[in-house]
């Protein structure tokens, strides 16, 4: 499952960063291993590269700090968020959200696990141990 790219869905990405930010995105991609194209002859664009390229791209376009690339940068976010917490069992995520934010609250947990009060709270005892 790591060697498969992911593919990212960009839809309607011109329209919505531009012209200059789309070309400019795209030899971003080029440059970290990844690949921005467009879909057939549709105006909907993706992504496609490892995990381990769209990381570096993401970092990449964060540090240009340009307004117009922010619809990009929420998108992968989103993206590579969602990919890596499927990768991740729900019990492991708990965990790793307990040891990095100690006083992290059983609802701040359940909301971003979509766990149970039960789960959260064996989440919790576990890490006190």
């Not at 100690?102 to 064996?122: F, H, K, Q």
Request: charged share 30%.
């Amino acid at each position: 499952m790591k060697d498969e790219p992911l593919h990212i869905p960009l839809p309607s990405l011109i329209r919505r960063i531009g012209g200059n930010n789309a070309k400019l995105a795209k030899q971003l991609a080029d440059a970290n291993s990844c690949a921005i194209k467009r879909i057939r002859r549709s105006r909907n664009w993706q992504l496609i590269g490892s995990e381990q390229a769209a990381i570096k791209l993401l970092k990449s376009l964060r540090d240009l700090q340009n307004e117009g690339m922010r619809y990009l940068v929420t998108k992968l976010d989103e993206q590579l968020k969602a990919f890596q917490e499927q990768q991740e069992p729900k019990r492991d995520r708990l965990l790793r959200l307990v040891s990095e934010k100690p006083n992290i609250t059983l609802s701040e947990l359940i909301e971003l696990t979509d766990c149970t009060l039960a789960e959260a709270r064996l989440a919790r005892f576990e890490s006190e141990l």
